[in-house]
């Protein structure tokens, strides 16, 4: 039922990275600033520290709104369950949404019925998207049916309304064939987007793990009418991580239109780098 064969190709994969890379100092100034504009109303500002308070969060979300910039924004704040609320109040004025990650993040290591429920809970506050962080055993063990039933509960819950982002943590997976399946998998079980990692391991969104993210979501892309999309997360705090992150999608999912319906990076630390750059 699961046989998604994938082989990982070295020279394809560097001679496309060289390629974007190539047309990225090619750039214009005009051209880098429309993708910069198209990167910054794509970012998930993040903020998932462990001593995060309501007061913290507030601020937050006082300082996202701050960023705001002909009538361009971030595309939400992504929080922890028990902050939704309060960043739901904060934005209410504005047109970002409240992302809040669930499944037991970042270890994904909790029965299904409680991982439900703390999706249940984050959307009863308030949360308009989900960021859902699998259990990577499933994964490691080749228990497929298991990572698929995860997946197709927690839409259920979340509805056709809330987007659904599944965290694979591709950090803590053993091989691009593993990779790749486990994606394939979730897409199947109706995530929304497929999304690299939690932030919270020392491997983030590496280069390799989105190219092989982006081949399985092109390969599943002709399969269905849902929209779905990518996200890269963990570790990008720089500009040409976004650059090549965003160049990556435009030419692997063959889209001339970049926004937030269909690509997302998480960060902490680029917003206000972007925003300088469009505002300066």
Request: with cysteine; aromatic share 8%.
């Amino acid at each position: 039922m699961y046989d998604y064969s994938f082989h990982f190709n070295n020279e394809i994969f560097s001679s496309l990275v060289n390629d974007i890379n190539i047309h990225i100092a090619s750039l214009s100034e005009a051209q880098k600033s429309s993708a910069l504009n198209d990167i910054f109303c794509c970012i998930d500002n993040t903020s998932l520290g462990n001593s995060d308070t309501e007061e913290s969060i507030a601020n937050f979300c006082d300082s996202t709104l701050l960023t705001s910039h002909n009538n361009n924004h971030v595309a939400s704040v992504c929080v922890y369950p028990a902050f939704v609320a309060t960043a739901k109040s904060k934005l209410a004025s504005s047109n970002i949404k409240v992302a809040s990650v669930a499944g037991a993040f970042p270890s994904g290591q909790l029965p299904l019925e409680l991982k439900l429920r703390e999706v249940e809970y984050a959307l009863s506050h308030g949360a308009d998207e989900i960021d859902f962080v699998v259990n990577r055993g499933n994964i490691i063990s080749g228990k497929y049916d298991l990572l698929y039933k995860e997946i197709a509960n927690a839409k259920e819950v979340c509805g056709q309304q809330v987007l659904l982002k599944v965290i694979l943590e591709t950090g803590e997976l053993p091989s691009p064939q593993a990779i790749y399946a486990a994606s394939r998998v979730v897409l199947d079980a109706g995530a929304d987007f497929i999304k690299t990692s939690t932030g919270k391991i020392s491997v983030g969104a590496t280069p390799e793990s989105v190219y092989i993210m982006l081949v399985a979501l092109s390969d599943f892309a002709p399969k269905t009418q849902r929209n779905v999309g990518f996200k890269a997360a963990g570790g990008i705090s720089t500009i040409s991580d976004a650059m090549l992150y965003y160049f990556m999608t435009k030419k692997i999912l063959k889209k001339e239109i970049i926004n937030c319906q269909n690509f997302r990076l998480g960060t902490s630390r680029l917003t206000a780098q972007v925003h300088k750059l469009l505002t300066n």
